[in-house]
Structures are given as C-alpha cells and as structure tokens.
C-alpha cells in the first residue's frame, strides 16, 4: 500500500492539479477561521468534524459550495484506535441529510492518534516501506470509500480530505494510486489550508475527475423513466429454463426473462442512474445503467464493473463491462480480440457491439512517481558530481556547483516535460516503476450471462465447460 503513494510539495499541487482561474491565496493568519481548533488533538473525531464543519459553514472560504456530515458516530472510551466520521464537500447550500452519492470531495475526520497517518513515510516502518496495524485500518476505510465512489459516481479520479487531529492533507486517487500534499497544521498555518477548499469548490466537473461520458439520471430525466419502463416484466420474455423447444417456439429477436429481471434488479431506489457514451471510431452509442451487476473489489488495478445495460437504439439489454485496462503496447484490447473470433466464426465467444478507450483518459499516479523519482535521481546526481568538482579544484566552488545544478534542472525540465492535464506522454513499452498506467475502456457484446454457480446439475456444468474449451 505505501509503495502506491506519491508525495507532492502544496505548491506544486495546486499549481498543476488544482489549477483554477481567479483563484487568489488569501491571508488568513489575521482571522484564523479554525481558532476553535486549537486543542484539536485532545478531541474525538466526532468532536473534530463538529468544529470544523462550524468554521467552514461561517465564513466565506467556499462560495457556492457547502460541508455537511455524512455519517454520525460516538467514540468508545475503552477503544483507543482512530475513530473515522464521514462529512463531504457539496455544491449548493447546507442540507440535513445530502444524498451521499452527491458529494463532491469526500472529508474524513480522525483523532489524533501517534503514528497513525498512512500518507506519513516518517511514520512507516521498514524505512517507509509497511503500515502499522492503526495505519492499514485507516487506510482501507478510506479505500473503502473511495471505492464506492469511484463505482457510484463513474469517477476517473478523486479529490479526497484527511484530517487528523490538527493535522489537514489532500489526496488524489486514481486506480493506479494516490498522490498525496504533506500534512500540514491547519491551526498554526490556516491560509494553507483555506486555499485548497477554496480551490477544490472552485473546480468543474471534469477537474474533479467525473467522467464526461457518464450521465447522472434525475428522476425527471427522460431515460429515468425509459428505464423504468424497460423494466418491467413483458410476457414475450422467453424463459431460459433447459427443455426441449419446439421447432419455431422461440423466434429471434426475443429477450430472455432473467435479462430483464437483471436489469431490473440493477435499479436500486438509492443507487445513481447513468447515460455511459462508448466511442467505437467514428460512432456513439448510448447505454442506461443502473448498479453493477459485478464489480472488482479495491481502488487499485483494472476496477472492473459488469452491467445489465440498455442500448438506447436497438432497445435491447446488451452487457457492459467497464474497466481500466493496462496501457502498454504489448497488451491488446479485448474488443479487438473478439473482433478478430467473431470474423473467424468461432462460436461459443461473445458476440461483439462496440467497444473503444474512453475520452483519453488514463491514471496519472504512476507519471508522477516517474517525475519524482526521476527527479530525485537528477538531484542526487547532481550533488555527487558538485561533490567530486568541489574535491578536485578549490576555483569558485559554488559556481562550479551552481552551474550543475542548473544542468541537472534543465535536464528534468526537458525530460519531464507533462501534458496539459497533469499526465506524461503516453504509448510506452512498460513502466519502469511499482506503480501501472492504466486507460479507461469500455466493451459491449450482444449476450447477457448468468453466472456460472447457478448451474443446477453436473452434467449442465460439464457442459458448460466442454462448450468453452471447444
């Protein structure tokens, strides 16, 4: 887990991941909105979002957006380990009891807990390698959360807020891992602090990593309501019960009935409804989900998530399998695999609709372990080489290692050079680094399975199996 995070410096991650228009660093040491905090790290978490959540909601550091609370919990007296309460970040104003699949930037609160921080490589052990016990939870309750929330919210990326005790930092998490500011001490250094919230409010949608080409559906929407009529039982459904079938008992096209009973399952009264656009060369097509019937567990890897979907043209339910597949040349992409079967006229393979990568968009996490690592390795060239000139000659050493240094930052200026939204270029044979870049990809084939444990006697399974290997 802590081979996954990257450390940025506050300036730097403002200026490159949260860069917004008219977006001045006010002072505000003067007025320190957290003054009620002062004693932060004797209070219980609870305590700590209470306060916060106060300072925030009465003054102005966030126009037009608000904090309220997501999730109440009591700490337990006799239980000494970090106690985790939710709040987020909403657009609009406060409201008691927000949808949680409507926050923006998602705030947990911990207490203050020695060596507790998951983020802190000073506090890791192994020279900064492995998590304590107190660090893993942490770390897997807000994975959990991130988790969510990259499956409800169709999320490329995610902004998330840590704040324990007194101690406040920012964390970007994509699925190849998390990028983290130093924690800082929003009491002692307030304006740091204010200036990411303003910040993050400030952000649009695209910058705070929500896909584009996914939808959000309000009860209102159209396609809301074509779901729930696509929904409903038709007695033209064929059931798919083994028998023998009678020559033209069942006619093509038809539906089968537990395709629908899936589709219908999906619509879950709480879950959020999605228009997901897939990009197949020079044409759209437009699909309706509802929740997952899959999805892979973890924030890290390829993030698969399974869907009875709804094709909007055809007004069938296809199966939608969104993923973040490796970004390698060496790996091809399963759609052009089953291009390939489906023009052989291999059978027993899904049937392919469409398929294409996703609006460009690919995980930045393992980029920027790139940039660090090879700018660490510039700067401790750099300081050898300044090293051994200084011991050869006594002539103006601090030109001498003045004018290296310059070398080894054009250096990193030229080899580092990013792309416009934050990523390096792209299209590499293989990363060199811990950490894999992965491209958002989606697929779509004609049939819609039910899962293999469902079989109802040995004979169907072997079937089944013999039917795969053939």
């Keep these: 887990m802590a081979g996954t995070i990257v450390h940025v410096e506050h300036d730097q991650f403002r200026r490159e991941l949260l860069a917004t228009e008219d977006a001045p660093l006010v002072d505000y040491a003067a007025s320190n909105p957290f003054s009620a905090l002062a004693n932060a790290e004797n209070l219980s978490g609870q305590a ?174 159209v396609d809301f309501l074509r779901m729930d009529v696509a929904a409903l039982p038709d007695a033209k459904d064929v059931d798919h019960s083994e028998r023998d079938l009678s020559e033209g008992g069942v006619r093509e096209p038809f539906t089968f009935a537990y395709m629908r009973s899936l589709f219908r399952t999906s619509l879950d009264c709480d879950w959020p409804r999605h228009r997901l656009v897939v990009q197949d060369g020079g044409q759209k097509h437009d699909y309706l989900v509802g929740k997952p019937t899959f999805h892979a567990s973890g924030t890290m890897g390829r993030g698969t998530r399974g869907y009875v979907a709804y094709e909007c043209s055809s007004r069938r339910f296809v199966w939608l399998k969104d993923a973040w597949r490796a970004s390698y040349k060496i790996t091809d992409r399963e759609g052009d695999i089953l291009a390939k079967l489906n023009a052989a006229k291999v059978t027993n393979v899904p049937t392919l609709v469409c398929h294409g990568d996703v609006n460009n968009q690919t995980t930045i996490t393992a980029d920027w372990w790139e940039r660090q690592s090879s700018l660490l390795s510039l700067i401790h060239a750099s300081r050898a080489g300044s090293s051994r000139l200084s011991s050869d000659t006594s002539s103006d050493p601090v030109s001498l290692s003045g004018r290296k240094r310059k070398r080894a930052d054009d250096a990193v200026v030229d080899t580092l050079t990013m792309q416009a939204d934050g990523s390096m270029p792209h299209a590499i044979p293989e990363t060199t680094g811990p950490l894999r870049q992965h491209t958002h990809y989606r697929v779509v084939v004609a049939e819609v399975c039910l899962p293999l444990k469902i079989f109802q006697y040995g004979r169907q399974l072997v079937s089944i199996v013999l039917d795969c290997v053939r």
């Design 48 to 221: 700590i979002s209470e306060f916060f959540i106060q300072a925030v909601s009465t003054s102005e550091i966030m126009p037009g957006c608000c904090i309220s609370p997501m999730m109440r919990g009591c700490d337990d007296p006799n239980d000494d380990s970090p106690k985790l309460q939710h709040a987020a970040i909403f657009r609009g104003p406060r409201r008691d009891r927000p949808c949680r699949f409507d926050q923006v930037v998602p705030i947990s609160f911990y207490c203050h807990h020695p060596r507790a921080d998951p983020f802190d490589p000073t506090q890791l052990r192994s020279g900064g390698e492995t998590m304590n016990d107190y660090q893993t939870d942490i770390y897997d309750e807000l994975s959990s959360s991130v988790e969510l929330l990259f499956t409800a919210q169709h999320r490329v990326f995610l902004f998330m807020i840590l704040v324990m005790g007194r101690r406040f930092r920012i964390l970007r998490w994509d699925r190849a891992g998390v990028i983290s500011t130093p924690s800082v001490d929003y009491f002692e250094q307030p304006t740091i602090a204010c200036d990411y919230l303003y910040h993050l409010c400030r952000l649009g949608d695209d910058s705070l990593g929500f896909d584009p080409t996914a939808t959000r559906l309000r009860p209102d929407d």
